[in-house]
């Protein structure tokens, strides 16, 4: 049995094919958001690692613009800001295949769903290493403490845990009881970070990145424009590259 991660599918049915049948029948994937929009298979991998007994299907920032715009839709409100900021986001294929091709009774249900996603969880590893898994990444010091692994106690920083960048910036704290946690996360397509840091472009590949004096790693290789995504073990911090 391995423990992976991966994020920022975006649509692109062809990686997820590879990613599923990679996996064993006892393997554990969390899948860290954003498996929607952009691509043209959003809804098709949405629904298939809904149903994948071997997921963990953690909210990323498009689940949360997709929810939002379902509800607009819903009450017939399809010039709302919601709606329009997941089309400006490449969403439009997503959401519709939801409308035109689900059974209208579970119209809401799949609305409610994604809405109730987790934002964050710990896994434990084989290391003893408390990997703290959500969509955007976070610098503990800088954030309430984790409510029972997977809930943050105030509103605002559950926000973040799918929308921030800033905490790219924030040093790593020294505290011993930090010394043990990685920060596994997507959101932000990895070359993107690295140049935000200082890193040349011929010091830089995509796969996994790892920065924050090696507390955090960041997984998203913006595979709809790259075609390229990374699936990380979380016990050995081995990475499995997979492109169209």
């Not at 035109?100 to 249900?109: A, F, I, L, S, T």
């Not at 943050?152 to 011993?176: M, Q, S, T, V």
């Amino acid at each position: 049995m391995a423990v992976y991660a991966v994020s920022d599918i975006h649509g692109v049915y062809e990686i997820w094919n590879q990613i599923k049948h990679f996996l064993k029948e006892d393997d554990t994937l969390y899948v860290l958001g954003d498996c929607g929009d952009r691509g043209r298979d959003g809804w098709r991998i949405i629904k298939e690692v809904t149903t994948d007994k071997r997921v963990v299907y953690l909210k990323g920032n498009h689940e949360d613009m997709l929810s939002k715009a379902m509800s607009e839709w819903l009450d017939d409100y399809m010039n709302g800001n919601a709606y329009q900021l997941l089309l400006s986001n490449g969403g439009y294929d997503t959401i519709n295949d939801w409308w035109c091709n689900e059974d209208p009774r579970y119209h809401q249900g799949w609305r409610d769903y994604l809405n109730s996603l987790l934002q964050f969880m710990i896994y434990e590893n084989a290391k003893g290493q408390k990997v703290h898994l959500c969509h955007a990444g976070y610098t503990p010091s800088e954030a309430p403490e984790p409510q029972i692994y997977n809930v943050f106690e105030r509103k605002h920083w559950a926000e973040d845990l799918i929308w921030d960048r800033e905490h790219y910036f924030h040093p790593w704290p020294k505290e011993d009881k930090y010394k043990d946690i990685i920060v596994v996360h997507g959101h932000t397509p990895t070359p993107y970070i690295a140049e935000d840091l200082g890193y040349r472009s011929e010091e830089f590949e995509l796969g996994a990145f790892w920065y924050a004096d090696g507390h955090k790693v960041c997984i998203d290789n913006a595979t709809f424009a790259t075609g390229i995504s990374t699936v990380i073990n979380l016990d050995t911090w081995e990475q499995h590259i997979f492109s169209t």
